[in-house]
Structures are given as C-alpha cells and as structure tokens.
C-alpha cells in the first residue's frame, strides 16, 4: 500500500508545511507542545523534572478540588461522558439549564447560554448580533477569539487603542454615523498584560453612541472582586449588556458563557453557529462548572487569595503593583523572553515566555500568573529571581 504522504500532491502540501516552520523557527516564533503531567494545583512534570506551576489559569486550583471532582464523577456516572448531539437536536442535560440559571444569577443577568469554549463563545456573539454595514470596534489587545468572532461577522472592524476612551469615541464619532448597528468589544482583564478596561467610561460612550457592549471576563470571574468579576471592580458596578466568559480558567473546568438578556440570549439560540452546529459540553464539565461557582459564591478570601500574592511578588521583585493575578514581565525580543523563561526552568519554575503574535511584536514577555494554592516562600523565591529582570522592564515603560 502506498503512505498518503508519498502522492504528488501531498508532497507539496508537506513542503509547504515544512518551509512555514523553517521561517518560524528563524525568527524563534515556532511552538512546541511538550507532555506536562500535573502532579497536584501548583506541581507539574516535564521531562522528569518537577517544576512550580507559574503560567496556569487555574487560578484557585479548582480543577484539582475533591468537591469539584466528585462532582464531575457523579454526574458521568448519571448522565455519560458525552452530550450526543447539539442541544438543538437532543435537547439538553438538566444540568446545562441549572448552570445557565446560575450564571445568569451571578451575573445579574436575565438569561445566559453555555458555549463548548469561551473561544466558540465569541465565535458566536459578534456574527449572530452583527452584519454587513455594521461597526465593531475592538481594544487592540484584546483576546484573539475575540478578533476571530468579529472578522467572522463581516461587519467593518476597527481597532481602538488600549483603554484609550478618547480614541475610542473619536471612532465612534467618525465611523458611527455610517455604520447601521455597532458594537464594542474589550476584555475586561487583559490576558497577557493583566491590566482592567475602564468599563464605566467605556459603557458610558457606548450608550452615546448607541453602540453594544461585549465584555470578555475570561480572567476576571472568580479573582476580581472577591470573585464577582471585573464589573465588580468598580462602584456602582459596570455591567455591559453581553457579559462573557469561561469555565475553563478559575472555575477549573472546560466551556464558555454569554450573560445578558433573555431576548438576546434566544437570538443566540436559534442563530449562533458555534451553538446549533456543535455538541453541548460534556455533563462532566457543567457538573463541575456548577460546583466550583458553589466555591467561588462562597469562598471569597480563595478568591482574593491569586490577586494578593501577586501584589506581594511584584512589591518583592520591583515590579509596579497589579490589579490582577496576571503580571507581564515585558523583555522585548523573542530570544529574551526565552532565555528567562530557560533560566527560569533551570531553577524549578515553570513561566513559559509569550511572544508574538499572542502579544505584539517587541513586547515579548513573562506572564506569570498566580494560583491560591502557591506557597508564599516560593513566590518570594521566584521574586528574587525575576528581580534581576525588573530593571529592564521599567525601562521599557
Ligand atoms: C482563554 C480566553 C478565552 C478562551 O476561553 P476558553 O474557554 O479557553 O476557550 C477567551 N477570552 C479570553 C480573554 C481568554 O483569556
């Protein structure tokens, strides 16, 4: 029999391939997945070696909680491992509908929907509200799913600078008039720069605008706010009328949501491709969705626990205080990032280095994120480490 690779043009199709990463690995930009085996919240193995978890999302370590899991198991042994189908054909497991119930709560919100991923969530908002003729204006450094939805959508895209409100109404001002319906579209805690969008500003040029707001709080629920979310950073709070999220990070789960409101949300029922043409999430992953909000509604010192080891490493290592578990170590070029990050390795601590095109180009960086379960002397041990970096990166403010 002869191998698929061996017909003509598979050939060519692996010589593409092959050229592409030649020139990625060129300009050290090529990404390799290595086999991490996770030992408990914060421990990983790689390659035989146990290292310090510096770079998760999980950032109460919920994926690893007994409640969080017993309830993952007890809902496969009721309901399955999979879904079967999309909720639009089989309909949906109960617990689906308690979850939206909840988040819905939780947000404040009318209605909610659960997406397989935060990603498929915004696959799905933007192109289900959005058309040709219409307006989306989106922060520059906002997540890439994000960027992908609103393409998706075929309105006229435009960036705005970063938590620039200025720049974002002198936008509106110029492409508004022209555009039939418009939308806006940030993170509410940027991902890789930890920073919050100023939401009050921003909710109250969208409404002189009339333009729709999508908060992305990938990052927020369960860590800003003793847990609210980046609304709740605020007072009173700022609560945009789409309010998105994950599971996946500090509820330790797997799947994506949309809070707001009930006729928005069964738009996105019946219109939302990422939704009808998908299998629901797996009743594992609701269950324990479902377990770690019981926590996060509950348990606000864990949820305030990320955010103030943080600020205790940044004050430890020179670094300008953070409003988030997230801190950017900004070092430039891709090289650099990567030998911190080798060194870093070296010493038992796993901070994978970021670069383009996650971040721009020349703001190659350390993301080191913190989880509840760190240890204060191993941040105050990684602190000394990364201080020997501080001085560049104020350098490059
Ligand atoms: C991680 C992330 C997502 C995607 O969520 P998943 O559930 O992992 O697909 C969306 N937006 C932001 C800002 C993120 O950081």
Same mark, same amino acid.
């Given at each position: 029999?002869?191998?698929?690779?061996?017909?003509?043009?598979?050939?060519?199709?692996?010589?593409?391939?092959?050229?592409?990463?030649?020139?990625?690995?060129?300009?050290?930009?090529?990404?390799?997945?290595?086999?991490?085996?996770?030992?408990?919240?914060?421990?990983?193995?790689?390659?035989?070696?146990?290292?310090?978890?510096?770079?998760?999302?999980?950032?109460?370590?919920?994926?690893?909680?007994?409640?969080?899991?017993?309830?993952?198991?007890?809902?496969?042994?009721?309901? &399955?491992?999979?879904?079967?189908?999309? =909720?639009?054909? #089989?309909?949906? /497991?109960?617990? $689906?509908?308690? @979850? *939206? +119930? !909840? %988040?819905?709560?939780?947000?404040?919100?009318?209605?909610?929907?659960?997406?397989?991923?935060?990603?498929?969530?915004?696959?799905?908002?933007?192109?289900?509200?959005?058309?040709?003729?219409?307006?989306?204006?989106?922060?520059?450094?906002?997540?890439?799913?994000?960027?992908? &939805?609103?393409?998706?959508?075929?309105? =006229?895209?435009? #960036?705005?600078? /970063?938590?620039? $409100?200025?720049? @974002? *109404? +002198? !936008? %509106?001002?110029?492409?508004?008039?022209?555009?039939?319906?418009?939308?806006?579209?940030?993170?509410?805690?940027?991902?890789?720069?930890?920073?919050?969008?100023?939401?009050?500003?921003?909710?109250?040029?969208?409404?002189?605008?009339?333009?729709?707001?999508?908060?992305?709080?990938?990052?927020?629920?369960?860590?800003?706010?003793?847990?609210?979310?980046?609304?709740?950073?605020?007072?009173?709070?700022?609560?945009?009328?789409?309010?998105?999220?994950?599971?996946?990070?500090?509820?330790?789960?797997?799947?994506?949501?949309?809070?707001?409101?009930?006729?928005?949300?069964?738009?996105?029922?019946?219109?939302?491709?990422?939704?009808?043409?998908?299998?629901?999430?797996?009743?594992?992953?609701?269950?324990?969705?479902?377990?770690?909000?019981?926590?996060?509604?509950?348990?606000?010192?864990?949820?305030?626990?990320?955010?103030?080891?943080?600020?205790?490493?940044?004050?430890?290592?020179?670094?300008?205080?953070?409003?988030?578990?997230?801190?950017?170590?900004?070092?430039?070029?891709?090289?650099?990032?990567?030998?911190?990050?080798?060194?870093?390795?070296?010493?038992?601590?796993?901070?994978?280095?970021?670069?383009?095109?996650?971040?721009?180009?020349?703001?190659?960086?350390?993301?080191?994120?913190?989880?509840?379960?760190?240890?204060?002397?191993?941040?105050?041990?990684?602190?000394?480490?990364?201080?020997?970096?501080?001085?560049?990166?104020?350098?490059?403010?």
């Amino acid at each position: 029999m002869t191998s698929p690779e061996s017909m003509p043009a598979a050939a060519s199709l692996d010589a593409f391939a092959s050229s592409k990463l030649a020139g990625l690995e060129r300009r050290q930009l090529r990404r390799r997945i290595v086999t991490t085996d996770g030992l408990d919240a914060v421990r990983v193995e790689q390659d035989g070696r146990t290292l310090l978890n510096f770079c998760s999302n999980d950032y109460l370590g919920l994926s690893r909680h007994p409640e969080v899991i017993a309830a993952a198991q007890a809902a496969t042994a009721r309901h &399955g491992t999979g879904a079967g189908a999309s =909720r639009l054909v #089989t309909g949906g /497991h109960p617990l $689906l509908f308690e @979850l *939206e +119930a !909840r %988040l819905a709560r939780f947000k404040g919100t009318k209605d909610c929907i659960v997406f397989g991923s935060g990603y498929l969530a915004n696959l799905a908002i933007a192109p289900a509200l959005m058309g040709a003729g219409d307006l989306i204006l989106i922060d520059e450094l906002a997540h890439a799913c994000l960027f992908a &939805g609103a393409q998706l959508s075929r309105a =006229r895209v435009e #960036t705005f600078r /970063h938590n620039d $409100l200025a720049d @974002l *109404e +002198a !936008r %509106l001002v110029e492409m508004r008039p022209d555009a039939r319906r418009a939308m806006i579209l940030t993170d509410g805690v940027f991902s890789m720069d930890g920073d919050l969008a100023p939401l009050p500003g921003l909710l109250a040029i969208a409404d002189r605008h009339d333009a729709w707001t999508l908060v992305d709080d990938a990052h927020g629920v369960g860590v800003i706010a003793g847990g609210r979310g980046s609304a709740h950073a605020f007072t009173p709070p700022a609560l945009a009328p789409l309010q998105m999220g994950t599971l996946s990070k500090s509820l330790g789960s797997y799947g994506g949501y949309l809070c707001a409101s009930n006729a928005v949300c069964e738009l996105l029922r019946t219109r939302a491709r990422p939704l009808v043409f998908t299998t629901a999430p797996a009743p594992a992953s609701i269950a324990a969705a479902l377990k770690a909000l019981d926590l996060v509604e509950t348990d606000t010192a864990m949820c305030e626990r990320p955010a103030l080891l943080a600020r205790r490493f940044c004050a430890a290592a020179g670094l300008p205080a953070p409003v988030s578990p997230i801190v950017p170590v900004i070092l430039g070029s891709a090289s650099a990032a990567l030998e911190a990050s080798s060194r870093l390795r070296e010493a038992g601590f796993l901070v994978t280095a970021i670069r383009p095109p996650t971040v721009p180009r020349g703001t190659a960086r350390l993301r080191i994120t913190f989880s509840a379960a760190h240890d204060e002397a191993d941040i105050d041990r990684l602190a000394g480490l990364v201080a020997a970096y501080a001085p560049q990166q104020e350098a490059a403010e």
